[in-house]
């Protein structure tokens, strides 16, 4: 198999320490060699203690970039994370999960075999103690989002609902650099599956190939940073509008572009026919924003608050 570089992107923030010592010594455990971990803390007020990545990366090169006077987010400090890089292949990486040990060499022998820009794999659930709670998200879950099938063509419904997550996701290294400058309203995972399924073929592994940790500071999770119908008018539905206007900055000729921006206005003017028309787009957003127009915010509050419990 040729061996060609991974670089593998770290970005922390504030992380858990055990979480993330964890996190480090499933990735120096990896079977595949030939690695570079670049490390971006994004936490202005917290660092990190960089001895950290001294102790339990051992079998690996990595680097340490520079700090910024101001935090970035997370999807800006994945840009840096990118825009630093070299290497043949790319794989993202969080603070708090645990890879497989043979999480990269399977990826990139796919990448290998395959003209394929982008792969991203199956992943399992873990809680706050390592207790697997679903050994595999795509054995019990059939939403669309989770279903898919390499080759499909995802790209407009990716646009709304992310269909693979960051850390289950390995790409060629220059064509995730030709992403950049990442869209800065969509999560940086969101935006390379949009483009590379807009430029080529994406593939997905029937293996759980990670563990993904779910407790209660993940900054994914159920309508992060929403906490009434207003933040998710302006963070959701205006914010995707937006990342519509970049994927068209950059793909003006995309053949679903008037598609997907006919549903996303459908969004913001609550246009009820348009997004029963649009449905097959994302269906359970389609439901969730029907029944928002007609509940009250106290009671989009509550819901909210127990669904997160």
């Known amino acids: 198999m040729k061996r060609g570089r991974v670089d593998i992107l770290l970005s922390v923030y504030n992380p858990n320490l055990d979480y993330l010592k964890k996190q480090l010594i499933s990735i120096n455990q990896q079977t595949y060699t030939n690695i570079k971990i670049y490390v971006f803390d994004d936490c202005v007020d917290k660092r990190t203690d960089p001895l950290i990545f001294k102790e339990y990366i051992t079998n690996f090169s990595y680097e340490l970039l520079p700090y910024e006077e101001k935090n970035l987010n997370y999807i800006l400090a994945f840009g840096k994370l990118l825009e630093a890089s070299k290497g043949e292949y790319i794989a993202f990486c969080d603070q708090d999960d645990i890879w ?3 999480k990269i060499e399977k990826c990139v022998q796919y990448l290998n075999d395959t003209d394929t820009l ?6 399992q659930i873990i809680d706050g103690k390592d207790n ?7 054995k019990y879950n059939h939403k669309n989002y989770d279903s898919w099938q390499t080759y499909d063509d995802i790209a407009k419904y990716n646009i709304f609902v992310t269909y693979a997550v960051g850390m289950s996701i390995v790409a060629r290294g220059d064509f995730a650099r030709s992403t950049l400058p990442l869209s800065g309203v969509t999560a940086h995972d969101t935006w390379l599956l949009s483009c590379a399924s807009t430029e ?6 029937n293996e759980a190939l990670v563990q993904y940790r779910r407790h209660g500071n993940n900054v994914s999770g159920i309508l992060p940073n929403i906490n009434s119908k207003q933040d ?7 914010n995707s509008i937006r990342k519509i206007e970049d994927l068209e900055r950059k793909y003006p000729n995309h053949k679903d572009l008037e598609e997907i921006k006919d549903f996303a206005y459908a969004r913001k003017n609550k246009n009820i026919r348009k997004l029963i028309k649009y449905r097959y787009l994302a269906p359970d957003l389609v439901k969730f924003e029907i029944v928002m127009k007609f509940i009250p915010n106290f009671l989009f509050k509550f819901l909210l608050s127990f669904a997160r419990r």
């Not at 080529?200 to 592994?205: E, I, M, N, R």
């Not at 998710?232 to 205006?238: G, H």
């Open 132 to 138: 697997i709670i679903r050994d595999s998200v795509r």
């Open 118 to 123: 982008l792969v991203a794999s199956d992943r």
């Open 200 to 205: 080529g073929k994406v593939a997905f592994l």
């Open 100 to 102: 497989m040990p043979n």
């Open 232 to 238: 998710y008018v302006q963070k959701r539905v205006e």
